[in-house]
């Protein structure tokens, strides 16, 4: 047997969301567990990849097809030089986590948090400090606590609104005080947004309005136009930043798949013209509401989100596996988003980015086995 691998390796093992969705289909369970959505992509993605594969086969630029960038820019309302085109909100994330910290750095960030975050800072060499959010009847930071926890060796802060798994939308009051607190203290911001088109009541403030010098935006066409698997995502950095951001992700994938950039360029515009998003929003908000009203009505605690297709409630005394197993339902124990601080007691995400009757079948099966139970 040859040396073991490189210790590092500790980082590799397999993702909560993975797991569950592996459980899931060994039991024939609902699979409310992993965000990817039950819907397939809409007809003007697939028709636009369809005519693209043959067309836009060769290697892109590193920082993307041109013309994604400037669809991208055109959307989002910055400029294409400050696009760069990464493989899925991933890979953006990786590629900003090589270019702005390293070893002895310390990076910021609220608990609970997206599972990528934490091996990501690991793997540049940084330590990622968390810093919990409170939840009382509803999820707040708690800014204070952030201030108080930074030390000189804090270099960036990491930033997702709308937030999984909480569901939450920052306010504009904190996000201003996110941004003072950033520029005391030198710190980079980066601002993800993957889910910038998925809330239910006001639109989420976009970060880089606020503090333009040190934003760098992450999103995803994956979360957008229910593509997932198609691994296209964006940053959107400080003006003068592409080219190096774009010059360290060379060196992991060079360039994203150039048919699906080329399919997401033509499809962007028609997103927004034909009012996809202000659908998509309808229809999950729909969802929401089926889940929260049968969770409710099942007298679970929900923590309604303001966006993003996450909801958190509380089911004290039940283990996610047992659940899988017995109730036939997949949803995401709330310790898999905690690494320094415990979980809240019985804390479950629950994904609706699935079928209406799958929501409603889910509830039915937990609500019989909460019944036998009793
Ligand atoms: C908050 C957040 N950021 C980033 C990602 C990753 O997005 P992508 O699939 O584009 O890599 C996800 C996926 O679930 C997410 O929830």
Redesign the pocket.
Known sequence: MPRPLHPRTQLSKESIFSHMSRLAAQHGAINLGQ?FPSNPPPKFLLEAARRAVGTTDQYTPPAGLPKLREAIAEDLGVEAENVVVTA????A?HALAEALYGAGDQVLMLEPY?D?YIPQAKMAGAEPVLVPMRLRDKWEPDLAVLERTISPSAKALLI?SPY?PTGSIFSRTDLEKIVAIARQHDLWIIS?E??DELYFGEPPIKMRELAPERTFT?G?A??RLEA?GW?I?WIVTPPGLAGEIAGMRQWASFCSVSPLQDAVAEALPIARREGFYAELRQSYGKRKDLLESGLKSLGIQTFSPAGTYFLTAKLPNLDAETLVREAKVTIIPGSAFYAQNSAPEGLFRFAFCKKTDEISLAVERLGQYLHVRQ
């Open positions: 965000g899925g909100a991933t890979e994330l997206f990528v997702n999984n993800d993957v889910y992450v995803s994956g979360k997932t691994r995502g």
